[in-house]
């Protein structure tokens, strides 16, 4: 009786209190009282018995006087009812309280699609959510987001804390009715809520640090500061957070806690602009062409406001090599603006965590120098441990590498640190795509759309596994009506709309979509890069315009030319002259530049793009008239790392492979790509 009466109590105090906001000494010394009580409680009542003269010891009572048996049927009564009671709020708790909330108050809606936190939270876990902008000029919106983002970014550096990234807290509101949904979905047990207001050059910020489990206020603070003061603020904020959930931090965590990046508040302010232009193209690739370069910009303008400024450098070299590897801006230019961005923020900071992770972009983007890039990764790792970013990296060099399970395990890894990260899902799809695990994928590629904030561009993706996976156009189709024509959507997938109709075999269609583009090139999944003229020429001559046709390979044949005197060493630029030729009717120099180009991106660099040049060279062969090397060549490609781009239902689809279609050769190599790739490159 006893201790289903404690129970009772401390159910109580721990459901109820908090709900007044009472403090948590309180309740932990309810349950301390509770469990010290149940021994002199267990004295008393084997030495005590109650009778209808009161209270006796048990020894002075005769035994036709007791009424032991009577009070044990009552207990028995009671101790069943407090029983049922008890197994009434198990039931509740699993099935009720657990029970995931929909979405009807603007936070995004727990689903087998979404991936959450498993078990209960850390105590020393949060999320910064957005802050609020209370500006009565909109364009102040870049201000509030950039707060959080440095609050953000000092706290991630904390190793004792688990912190969740950007991409996944930006979903949400400023101040979500149900915290406590938020919290699970992200897996955190506090949350970090927030205003800011910027009228000119004063600022008024107004914090809140909750315990979403109980609903609980670890932490608050209003701040009312000029601007050129603000940056002590967010250093203050970051150590108040830290101190509210108990982080141990060692010295060097607290002086970056403590580090201000710059005291120029006319620097500051173009640094936060620009990264509200790249936090843009970074969440969606489709968006990186348009939204770097104004970020680009003002990355530089904050650099010459503050030649001090190493964040800025590092945010400046990201942004380079960003646009060099998605734009894409296949350039010497661009990635000698990368790496001297780099090392001037390295110059200026040593440890700048930052810093060391464009430099591994700069090493795995710039030169698929893997080895270098991972050393700058662990160095990056040592002051950003809390970086999703990173961990998705790892994972993608690996895949580059050859190494399947590491890189499916690394970007599932990279989920439960960024769990809301549509990225992270989209490249664990990928993954899965690329070794022909196609109903894999498109599990993970729905779990994206359910966490992006853009699905419709995601889904265009998803539905290109489909076509890879069993050759049906009706998803794509769909995906790509839904797109806004004009939109930074449709304008990014207009290289998509050119597929389906090739696919469709509807010529006149594909062209309008490669004229419709003003993108001087488009990249395949794998990232090799073609310029868009070569696809309008391809357009123009199934459609029988063999004078157009012409003219279009005529041009890219100059422009990869003269390209080809200043970077002999581009694979690319090999790839598109020897398209040229072989439309140009030169089948010599066609498949000796094919041949080079394959030479220099082979499967043993890069098992992803090494595979996709195969896949090219087989074109070319097949452009030619040499339909037994195309067949070897597929045959090779097919045991890699090409899911995404080479399955049996693309050669059943693609017109490219009509020439083949009546070889028995072509047959074996459909039944070849039902296999999954297991292959281990480099190991």
Known sequence: MYAAAAWLLVQVATQVFPFFHAPEWIVRWIVVAAVAGLAPFIAFAWFYEFTP?????????????????????????????????????????????????????????????????SGPAPAKSI???????????????????????????????IRDLKVISRTSTAQYAS??????????????????????????????????????????????????????????????????????LKAQLVPTEAARVAAVS????????????????????????????????????????????????????????????????????????????????????????????EAHHALALYYYWGHRDYAAAVEQLQLARQTLPNSGDVVILLAAIARRQGHGAEAIAGFQQATL???????????????????????????AFAQAVAVTRDPKDEQVTQALNTVAWKGDLAPLRAALAALEPGSDAYTGNLASLFLLNWWSRDYAAALSAGNTSTDNDWADQANISLPRMLYVAWARQASGDAAKATEAYLLVQKNASAALQQQPDVPELHLALAFADAGLNLKE???????????????????????????????????????????????????????????????????????????????????????????????
């Open 53 to 117: 003269e009161g209270l006796k010891r048990q020894k002075d009572v005769e035994p036709d006087e007791s009424i032991v048996h009577l009070t044990a049927r009552r207990l028995d009564r009671w101790i069943i009812v407090l029983l049922g009671f008890i197994a009434l709020m198990l039931v509740v708790n699993v099935f009720v309280q657990r029970k995931p909330t929909a979405d009807t108050d603007g936070n995004p809606a727990l689903s087998d699609a979404a991936p959450t936190g």
């Open 589 to 683: 120099e066609a498949v000796s530049e094919g041949k080079r180009g394959a030479e220099l991106l082979p499967v043993s660099r890069d098992v992803l793009s090494g595979a996709a040049m195969q896949v090219y060279l087989a074109q070319i062969h097949v452009r030619v008239g040499d339909n037994n090397s195309a067949l070897e060549v597929l045959r090779s490609a097919m045991q890699q790392f090409s899911g995404q781009f080479l399955s049996p239902a693309l050669l059943k689809l693609d017109p490219n492979w009509d020439p083949l279609r009546n070889d028995p050769r072509f047959a074996q190599l459909l039944a070849l790509g039902d296999v999954p790739v297991e292959v281990k490159v480099g190991q």
């Open 175 to 244: 101040q979500p009715p149900n915290l406590k949904v938020v919290a699970e979905q992200l897996g955190v047990a506090t949350v970090l809520e927030g205003s800011v207001q910027k009228a000119g050059e004063q600022v008024h910020i107004n914090l809140q640090l909750i315990d979403a489990r109980n609903d609980s206020h670890l932490w608050a603070q209003s701040y009312n500061r000029d601007l050129k003061d603000i940056f002590a603020v967010e250093a203050e904020v970051a150590q108040n957070v830290a101190d509210a």
């Open 262 to 353: 710059t005291q120029n508040p006319v620097a500051y302010e173009l640094y936060l602009r620009a990264n509200s232009h790249a936090n843009r193209a970074y969440d969606q690739d489709v968006l990186v062409p348009s939204e770097l370069p104004p970020a680009i910009t003002l990355y530089q303008q904050a650099l010459g406001a503050d030649p001090q400024f190493a964040l800025a450098a590092a945010a400046l070299a990201r942004a380079h090599i960003t646009m060099f590897f998605n734009a894409p801006d296949r350039t010497e230019a661009r990635l000698t603006q990368a790496k001297a961005a780099a090392d001037r923020a390295l110059a200026l900071n040593p440890g700048l965590g």
């Open 417 to 443: 640190v960024d769990p809301r990260s549509a990225f992270a899902l989209d490249q664990l799809a990928f993954t899965y795509a690329a070794l022909r695990r196609y109903p894999e994928a498109d599990r």
């Open 127 to 157: 999320a910064v959510l957005p802050f609020e902008n209370l500006s009565k000029d909109e364009n102040n919106a870049y201000f509030a987001t950039g707060m959080q983002d440095e609050i953000l970014t000092r706290l991630a550096g």
